[in-house]
């Protein structure tokens, strides 16, 4: 029988599908890795269950424990959906900001939701520090311990993409893929796959697709962080060199504003079917930079991240479009 084993049996083995506009207009196969279909509908489900995973194997995670991560939700989803498939409880950290969706998910996914305001990384009330300190005194607390996921630096997340994401993409392109693009926010999915495709050919080409707001795309292309201008995307952007990022193997860099990534995530639901969220927009609106530089013939493999549906309120509503000055497609 083909059947794969509960929540974590379903994680991974997502397909590649052909974009069909952006191919045409390359002359290149474009290929999106479908990540929106993991179980818990995003590429962090993979991320959540390596570090999950990792911190069961060194004995960090015992039976009815809490994990504890500040995330700007997929990962928080993720993670709340392996607790609740593995036996554990999860508190979350959010920044307010982040849409209503992904905070209703999480708590429909069982996790104990913390909202705070969003605030630098270098304020001590940032998320992800929050998140920190609240694991320190759960550990202390809760009868069966408390562990701190800490996708950011805690390098199980970009394994998990290394040992699965990377391997899937090479085995699925037959070896063809050329070059691989992806956005930023804890650097496991750019670092992860990216190290797995460099290992089997040095020729690919490792690119970074980076949303306005972020300092990374300044950081590959001058050498040092800074960051101009802001996004509307979610989930990615970043302002330092996290442990995941760090040695990446990235050969070039685009920064892409949303006014041409969102047009590219509307045309991808309008003409091809594929409700996405933003940072796929961005994904997409790169692998087509990267193809253009690239010239035609080749493959160029990316990331469709989460769906859409995390969105609605956001990206897929025109007061919210109109009053960030963003264009609103006719047919929204
Ligand atoms: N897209 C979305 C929607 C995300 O939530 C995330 C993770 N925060 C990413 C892309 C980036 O993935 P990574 O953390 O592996 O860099």
Redesign the pocket.
Known sequence: MDVRDGFIGTIGNTPLIRLRRASEETGCEILGKAEFLNPGG???DR?AWAIVKDAEERGLLRPGGVIVEG?????GIGLALVGGARGYRTVIVIPETQSQEKKDMLRLCGADLREVPAVPYKNPGNYVHVSARLAEELAASEPNGAIWAN?FDNVA?RRG?YETTGPEIWEQTEGKVDGFVC????????AGIGQALKERSSKVTIALSDPSGSALWHYYAHGSLKAEGTSIT???GQGRITANLEDAPVDRAYSIPDSESLPVAFSLLEEEGLCL?G?SGVNVAGAIRLARELGPGHTIVTVL??SGARYQSKMFNPAFLRDKGLPVPGWL
């Open positions: 995003s590429v962090k991320a995330t700007a939700g997929n990962t996708q997340n993409h956005a930023v926010g804890t650097g496991g999915t750019l979610e989930g990615i969220g940072s991240c989460d």
